[in-house]
């Protein structure tokens, strides 16, 4: 069972600490630290038990001090450093795994399902425009049994590079599992996300895809919806966007589809190729 991992308190301000100084510069001030508290504590204990020290006394363990601190300080210094390093790495990682989708490099649905849910929630609250476009990739199962998993791997990453490349900051885009892609677009209408839907089926269609020196025909089919006042959940808006898509492979593929009622006086045939 997947559990949240929480780190003490100290270690994401030291994490930062060390990030901002560099590992070399971290280990010299902890050094200095250590030392400077080894000789008060000695320095201390000297006049505690001597009372009334003199000067040789008082190098004496000081030189003592400075060099069990050294011999203390580097090696638990260089530990504790790399010890920090390695679980800032080991955190930076795991929210990847946990983000992002490891084939392409774009959100996973489950990431992209917890960014939208807030956004899809704001929109109706507040009556703003939104709208989610499902993208499925043309023949897929006859592109891995003819050129191989690596290609279609290779394909897929293609795919969610061009689809990316059209989008805005606040657009979200994801894996949605499989050949299936899922894009939500925020403070979009309806014509707008058949435009970027349109423009990402281009940019797709466009693509010179070659595996072993064999030309790949490359398309994508798309499903669009928009949010309305009957939504009340999120998956009702993927479900007309699923309804949209299914519609564009029936009449073709390589083609935008919208769904029902999308524009007032429109069929849901918006766009052909």
Known sequence: MHQDFDPPAWLPPLSRAVQALGSPASLSLLCAAVWIVTMALAQGLVWLL??????????LAG???????LA???????MLVRLVVHV?????????????DSMTGIFNRRHFLNLVEREWSLARRYDTACALVLIDVDHFRKVNEG??????????????????????????LARFGGEEFILFLPHTDPLGALDVAERIRE??????????????????????????????????????????????????????????????????RILKS
């Open 203 to 268: 940019r797709v269609e466009a693509l010179n895809f070659a595996w072993n020196g064999r030309p790949v025909q490359v398309s994508v089919s798309l499903g669009v919806a928009a949010l309305h006042a009957e939504h009340i959940r999120l998956d009702q808006l993927i479900h007309e966007a699923d309804e949209a898509l299914q519609v564009a492979k029936t009449s073709g593929r390589n083609c935008v589809r919208a769904c029902a009622g999308l524009l007032p006086g429109k069929p849901s």
């Open 63 to 69: 030189l003592c001090a400075s060099v069990c601190s």
């Open 147 to 172: 050129f191989g998993h690596l290609c279609g791997d290779l394909l897929l990453r293609r795919i969610a590079e061009a689809s990316a490349e059209t989008l805005r900051q606040a657009d979200v």
């Open 72 to 78: 203390i300080a580097l090696p638990l210094g260089r």
């Open 88 to 100: 800032e790495q080991s955190q930076r990682m795991l929210t990847r795994h946990a983000t992002l």
């Open 50 to 59: 001597l009372r009334a020290p003199d000067a040789d006394d008082r190098l």
